[in-house]
């Protein structure tokens, strides 16, 4: 177990978007000024809860798959929020009990909490860096200093409901490149994308709360999301809305989930 700060204070006097999806979950770790923003952005898009829970539930296929499917043993998930249970480490070990996962985020929230991302099965290991996306080159050194993971080998990227923050004067693509650059042949990236495609006027709205209350937004179209993938080999079923991507099977009489109430766009991709 180790974790890593790079020395940020709390800002409460803004919204953060780690707080208001913690808020979405259900969870107790966010501010009343996080809450206030999350009310404003459901009243924009009420769904927003069932996105929130339909994110997270991708992120636990997509790890499964990856290891159950491609031998992935060993994950760095950048963007991981506010501890949620399992957390994407225990996904994995649940499969793959040795697995090996470094977080980061940029959140000191998250950071405040990261003891319970350690809580590591003995075979496998974990660590938390605190670090910000846009600076990808002290990301990664900070990941390596960790020395969990072994870049001779495989790595999943696990970009989950992240990117959409990263706005295009910080260049995503050029972020993304360099991030899966250092990975070895065998590597995934698997991400999941806010895109106004199925519904441009809610999703603009909330795109404009989320900007207003602190942390700006870049919601991104199906060809937009594609290219963060150029160069990888998409598995099936390619890029969906994400609860299309290898749905579970849905428990009788529920309802069907419309992708305009989703407006999340997942992929798997595979380095060669
Ligand atoms: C919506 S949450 C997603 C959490 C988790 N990945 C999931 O899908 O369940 C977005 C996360 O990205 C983090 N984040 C936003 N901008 C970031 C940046 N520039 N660098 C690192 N993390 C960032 C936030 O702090 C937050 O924890």
């Known amino acids: ?29 966010h501010f009343e000024i996080d809450k206030e923003a999350a009310l404003v952005a459901a009243q924009a898009h009420p ?37 949620t249970e399992p957390n994407l480490h225990q996904v994995a070990q649940s499969v793959v009990p040795d697995a090996h ?15 319970r991302l350690m809580r590591s099965t003995t075979q496998g290991r974990t660590a938390y ?13 900070a990941v390596e200093d960790s020395g969990v993971l072994d870049f ?4 999943a990227l696990s970009l989950n409901a992240l990117m959409h923050f990263i706005t295009d004067p ?19 990236l698997a991400m999941n994308h806010c895109t106004p495609d199925f519904d441009p006027v809610t999703w603009n709205k909330v795109a404009e709360v989320y900007t207003k209350s602190g942390s700006p937004v870049q ?26 991507w290898r749905p579970a099977t849905p428990a009788a009489g529920e309802p069907e989930i419309e992708d305009a109430q989703i407006s999340l766009l997942a992929g798997v991709g595979i380095k060669r």
């Not at 409460?12 to 259900?26: N, V």
């Not at 001779?152 to 790595?155: K, Q, S, V």
Request: some cysteine.
């Open 1 to 29: 177990m180790s974790t890593r700060q790079a020395g940020q204070d709390l800002d409460t006097s803004k919204a953060h978007s780690a707080r208001m999806y913690d808020y979405f979950l259900g969870g107790k770790d």
């Open 129 to 141: 860096v605190q670090a910000d996306v846009t600076d990808p080159d002290a990301l990664m050194s």
């Open 152 to 155: 001779d080998r495989p790595i």
């Open 101 to 115: 996962v470094v977080y980061a985020d940029n959140d000191p929230l998250v950071l405040k909490y990261a003891e």
């Open 47 to 83: 769904g927003i809860y069932v996105t929130a829970r339909e994110n997270r539930a991708f992120m636990h296929r997509a790890t499964r798959a990856l290891a159950q499917e491609h031998g992935i043993r060993q994950w760095l998930d950048i963007g991981t929020g506010i501890p």
């Open 170 to 188: 910080h260049d995503p693509y050029a972020i993304v490149r360099r991030l899966l650059d250092p990975l070895p042949a065998g590597s995934a």
């Open 219 to 244: 919601f991104r179209s199906h060809s937009d999301v594609r290219r963060f993938f150029d160069g990888l080999d998409l598995v099936e079923p390619g890029i969906c809305c994400c609860h299309r």
